[in-house]
């Protein structure tokens, strides 16, 4: 099942009624691969070698999450490429499973930034590992009663990127070829969890701002607004099968990204431009 056909059928109906705009299709959804790839890759260039500049170790969140987007972006097209040829359909269910996890794991390394951020408030620069592990295996930690909130937030973050992918295991082992409903309901459930987890990455990286006073790159939190609109808008299409929806997904992914690269731009001539002043 192509995603096409999982969340738009009367656009792929279409296709199938009208072979020759299929060669379109392909290669308008290969256009949107390709951007969202590159856009994908630039930011965590940028942020792999902020780490490797600051070694703040919660940044290493960032670019692996984007990184899993991009190729999850990859494993989409290969579902649509095998849709449309009509190959293998257990192949295309695969590719598509793939997809799905890929990028809620990708949105759960972003937020694991975000979560580690905050913790490192308390914490020293590098300690953000260490203190989570001195909770959970010091031996010292049982004698002293830590609170039950202080377990939680311990190992929430391990909570949370393993979700995206044990879910997925899980049900490729109980049925590795899956239905159309079965298909739907995994759809359904992943676009959810992202809606959740972008709003959690939305409101931290708005707070950030707020309390830095920082507003020129309030386009941070207003890519991420893009990212979680465009889900939201799979989940209107999902019901109510509205192609506009499906279209405005597609547009606020790219523009979501694209404001994240010009924010990054930003931040990157800003520093340039103190740099040359500092010089002069």
């Known amino acids: ?75 989409g097209y290969l579902n649509a490429v095998h849709s449309y040829s009509h190959v293998n359909q257990s192949l295309e269910n695969i590719f ?20 580690l951020k905050n913790r490192m408030g308390s914490t020293s620069v590098n300690g953000l590992l260490p203190a989570t592990s001195r909770i959970l295996f010091s031996p010292q930690s049982y004698s002293n009663a830590i609170k039950i909130k202080e ?34 309901d995994m759809s359904i459930y992943t676009t959810i969890f992202d809606i959740m987890v972008l709003g959690y990455i939305f409101i931290k990286s708005l707070k950030a701002l707020v309390r830095s006073a920082n507003i020129n790159l309030l386009y941070i939190p207003a890519a991420f607004a893009l990212l979680w609109l465009e889900q939201y808008s799979l989940i209107i299409n999902y019901f109510d099968n509205n192609q506009f929806a499906f279209m405005g997904s597609i547009i606020a992914r790219l523009v979501g990204l694209s404001l994240f690269v010009f924010a990054i731009y930003h931040c990157v001539s800003t520093v340039r431009r103190r740099e040359m002043e500092i010089e002069t």
Not at 2 to 11: A, D, G, N, V
Not at 23 to 32: E, G, M, Y
Not at 96 to 115: D, H, K, N, P, V
């Open 1 to 75: 099942m192509s995603l096409f056909t999982l969340l738009y059928p009367t656009y792929d109906i279409t296709i199938l009624a009208h072979p020759h705009t299929t060669t379109s299709a392909l290669l308008l959804f290969s256009l949107v691969t390709i951007a969202s790839i590159f856009l994908c890759s630039v930011i965590s260039l940028y942020f792999y070698r902020t780490y490797r500049f600051s070694g703040y170790r919660y940044l290493l969140g960032l670019p692996t999450g984007f990184v899993i987007l991009a190729v999850s972006f990859v494993f």
């Open 96 to 115: 598509l499973w793939i997809q799905l996890a890929l990028r809620s794991e990708g949105f759960a390394f972003i937020a694991l930034s975000y979560m």
């Open 151 to 184: 377990m939680i937030i311990a190992i929430l973050p391990m909570i949370l990127i393993s979700i995206p992918l044990m879910v997925t295991i899980s049900a490729l082992f109980v049925q590795p070829i899956l239905n159309d409903t079965e298909l739907k």
